[in-house]
C-alpha cells in the first residue's frame, strides 16, 4: 500500500524556518516527481514545488519568491521542503504528493497524498 508519511510542521514565529519531511513507501520511489502543496481555510489547494525523480531539476509556486527550498533523498525514499523567512501568510495545511509520471504543477496530476502537516506562522 501506498503511503506517505509527512512531519516537521508547527508553529513558527515569522521569519522563522521549518523543514517539512514525508517519507514514501509502496512506490519506487525514483520513478516519480514529487511536490507539496499547501490549502489554507477558504482558499484552494494551491502548488508549493516539485521535483523531478532524479532530484535534478525543481521548481517553485509564485508566491514562495526563493524562500522556499524541495529537495529529495532517494535512498531514504524522503522529500522535504526547506522553508525560511517564514510569513503569516504562509499558514496553511502542507501536503506532500506523488506523480504517477511527468513533471506537473496541477493539483490533478498527483495520485498519491500525504495526511498533511499544519505549518503555523505568527506575526
Known amino acids: 500500500q501506498v503511503q506517505l508519511v509527512e512531519s516537521g510542521g508547527g508553529l513558527v514565529q515569522a521569519g522563522g524556518s521549518l523543514r517539512l519531511s514525508c517519507v514514501v513507501s509502496?512506490?519506487?520511489?525514483?520513478?516519480?516527481?514529487m511536490g507539496w502543496f499547501r490549502q489554507a481555510p477558504g482558499k484552494e489547494r494551491a502548488f508549493v514545488a516539485a521535483?523531478?525523480?532524479?532530484?535534478?531539476?525543481?521548481y517553485n509556486g509564485d508566491f514562495v519568491k526563493g524562500r522556499f527550498t524541495i529537495s529529495r533523498d532517494n535512498a531514504k525514499n524522503t522529500v522535504f521542503l526547506q522553508m525560511n523567512s517564514l510569513k503569516p501568510e504562509d499558514t496553511a495545511v502542507y501536503y506532500c504528493?506523488?506523480?504517477?509520471?511527468?513533471?506537473?504543477?496541477?493539483?490533478?496530476?498527483?495520485?498519491?497524498w500525504g495526511q498533511g502537516t499544519q505549518v503555523t506562522v505568527s506575526s
Open positions: 521535483v523531478s525523480r532524479s532530484g535534478s531539476n525543481s
Open positions: 509502496g512506490l519506487t520511489f525514483s520513478r516519480h516527481t
Open positions: 504528493a506523488a506523480q504517477i509520471s511527468g513533471f506537473g504543477s496541477q493539483a490533478s496530476e498527483y495520485v498519491y
